[in-house]
Nanobody, 122 residues
Framework: QVQLVESGGGLAQAGGSLRLSCASS????????MGWLRQAPGKEREVVAD????????HYSDSVKGRFTISRDNSRNMVYLQMNSLKPEDAAVYHC???????????????WGLGTQVTVSS
């Protein structure tokens, strides 16, 4: 049973930074892509960033490109999301996700964490 547990969310000011962490357990996910998906009330879910199994390929949504950075450490079963220059519209529940494919996370990932709330004050 795969478990994904997020941490690092909270309140930040606009222009500030937060770093999200995701710990995986139960099964090795070192051969699949992982990412971060966010959901905000009244908005569509969005995969803001994903990273391939070996970290060699990353994708970012246009809304966060240049501000967020995803990374992973397979030796520690960890995935991170560094969020800089935060905007009020970045506020959402951020879920760590993993999919079945090696290089990309789809819109309907196979595994989800419970999520961590990010709030950005203007």
């Amino acid at each position: 049973q795969v478990q994904l547990v997020e941490s690092g969310g909270g309140l930040a000011q606009a222009g500030g930074s937060l770093r999200l962490s995701c710990a995986s357990s139960g099964s090795t996910l070192s051969s699949v892509a992982m990412g971060w998906l966010r959901q905000a009330p009244g908005k569509e879910r969005e995969v803001v960033a994903d990273i391939s199994w070996n970290g060699g390929i990353t994708h970012y949504s246009d809304s966060v490109k240049g501000r967020f950075t995803i990374s992973r450490d397979n030796s520690r079963n960890m995935v991170y999301l560094q969020m800089n220059s935060l905007k009020p519209e970045d506020a959402a529940v951020y879920h760590c996700v993993a999919d079945r494919y090696p290089a990309v996370v789809t819109f309907t990932p196979h595994y989800w964490g419970l999520g961590t709330q990010v709030t950005v004050s203007s």
